[in-house]
Antibody, heavy 115, light 110 residues
Framework: EMQLVESGGGLVQPGGSLRLSCAAS????????MNWVRQAPGKGLEWVSH????????YYVDSVKGRFTISRDNAKNSLYLQMNSLRAEDTAVYYC????????WGQGTLVTVSS | QSVLTQPPSASGTPGQRVTISCSGS????????VYWYHQFPGTAPKLLIY???QRPSGVPDRFSGSKSGTSASLAISGLRSEDEADYYC???????????FGGGTKLTVL
């Protein structure tokens, strides 16, 4: 069974940092591009960042450029999102997803930015 | 403001057929495949339709998708109470170099 399991969310103060992780199983991780997608409380879905299967191609939504860094370790079947200079508007459930347009979703991890 | 445009709400009675529209542009729906998801409260979105009209295994054939030009639609026939959820469309956007989503449609089964 294809599975994505996120971890690393929590409560952080404005200006702080968090690192999200996503553990993949049930498919050949190194063959697929991955995305992080977020959903603010009561709001719709917003794409955050994309990484190609090799990690050589990376894209970000404008609002996180310069603050967030996506990476992957194909040997560990893992995807990461380093989030720095966090703002209140980054508060959301963050989903790890497989494929350029999401085919498989994780269960999500909640990030709350608040003082 | 979402890149893809969906109606905020839709409704129907059990057994009815309802459709949800999704409008985009040449850089997303016009040149890429459309995906549809449903999401129940407190849970992650789940894939309903991929590549415009394909159903993953386990999704009943009551759900169907179509695409024409820069618009797409999701049809649900034989509506059931358990279909009550939020529905989202998505497509890759060549200009933004990422997937874009509709704002979501809340489906109510009356």
């Amino acid at each position: 069974e294809m599975q994505l399991v996120e971890s690393g969310g929590g409560l952080v103060q404005p200006g702080g940092s968090l690192r999200l992780s996503c553990a993949a199983s049930g498919f050949s991780f190194s063959s697929y591009s991955m995305n992080w997608v977020r959903q603010a409380p009561g709001k719709g879905l917003e794409w955050v960042s994309h990484i190609s299967n090799s990690g050589s191609i990376i894209y970000y939504v404008d609002s996180v450029k310069g603050r967030f860094t996506i990476s992957r370790d194909n040997a560990k079947n893992s995807l990461y999102l380093q989030m720095n200079s966090l703002r209140a508007e980054d508060t959301a459930v963050y989903y790890c997803t497989r494929d350029a347009t999401p085919f498989v979703w994780g269960q999500g991890t909640l990030v709350t930015v608040s003082s | 403001q979402s890149v893809l445009t969906q109606p905020p709400s839709a409704s129907g009675t059990p057994g009815q057929r309802v459709t949800i529209s999704c409008s985009g542009s040449s850089s997303n729906i016009g040149s890429n495949n459309v995906y549809w998801y449903h999401q129940f409260p407190g849970t992650a979105p789940k894939l309903l339709i991929y590549r415009n009209n394909q159903r993953p295994s386990g999704v009943p054939d009551r759900f169907s998708g179509s695409k024409s030009g820069t618009s797409a639609s999701l049809a649900i026939s034989g509506l059931r109470s358990e279909d009550e959820a939020d529905y989202y469309c998505a497509a890759w956007d060549d200009r933004l170099s990422g997937p874009v989503f509709g704002g979501g449609t809340k489906l109510t089964v009356l």
